[in-house]
């Protein structure tokens, strides 16, 4: 049931910010390049049919030719933050697949580690998720990393792990871009 609401809510917010940015936005079946929502009847948003509406805000993405599985740089801000709340919420959904997303880049240090993510806010800014990522490779902070709150573009494959009895969501063989 929680499924169904959260596919709901984001159908309707893909509909509601379509229409605000002058176009109605299309659906279709999977076609290579598209980014994949998640739920039991997902449905398949290509790259093409999805516009940005705050594009002069938004970072400027290289484009380099792979394809992802979910593809969050082509979403809305408030489609981006209702799929990474979902990535959150039902991560089972997204284990193994590659998604690429950008935001600004922050990192938690503690003693035994640091912790690399790159943040999604909601459309007004007020809330935030992110992800937290592991390049792939041997890297030293801060060396081998832009400074904190510098946009940034990374891709890797989604991925959960347990720490302290509690789930957290990572990128593997993360790469920025």
């Known amino acids: 049931m929680k499924k169904l609401l959260l596919l709901l809510l ?5 509909f509601s ?4 940015s002058g176009s109605a936005g299309t659906n279709t079946a999977s076609e290579p390049g598209t980014a994949e929502t998640a739920g039991e009847n997902s449905e398949t948003v290509t790259n093409s049919s999805v516009e940005k509406t705050n594009a ?4 400027e993405v290289a484009d ?3 394809e992802y599985d979910v ?3 082509v979403l ?4 981006v933050y209702s799929e990474v709340y979902n990535m959150v919420t039902n991560p089972d959904d997204y284990m193994g697949k590659t998604v690429k997303m950008s935001g600004p880049f922050t990192i938690y240090q ?13 459309a007004t800014a007020c809330c935030s998720q992110g992800i937290e990522f592991q390049l792939a490779g041997e890297h030293e902070y801060p060396d081998d990393f832009p ?19 509690m789930m957290y969501c990572e990128l593997l063989n993360a790469e920025m871009i």
């Open 76 to 79: 809305s801000s408030t489609m």
């Open 147 to 165: 400074e904190i709150g510098t946009v940034i573009t990374v891709t890797g494959v989604f991925n959960t792990y347990y720490e302290d009895e």
């Open 64 to 66: 380099t030719g792979k």
């Open 110 to 122: 503690t003693a035994e580690r640091n912790y690399y993510a790159c943040i999604i806010s909601d």
């Open 71 to 73: 593809d969050l740089t």
């Open 56 to 59: 002069e805000s938004e970072p």
């Open 10 to 14: 984001a159908v309707c917010l893909l």
């Open 17 to 20: 910010t379509a229409c605000s």
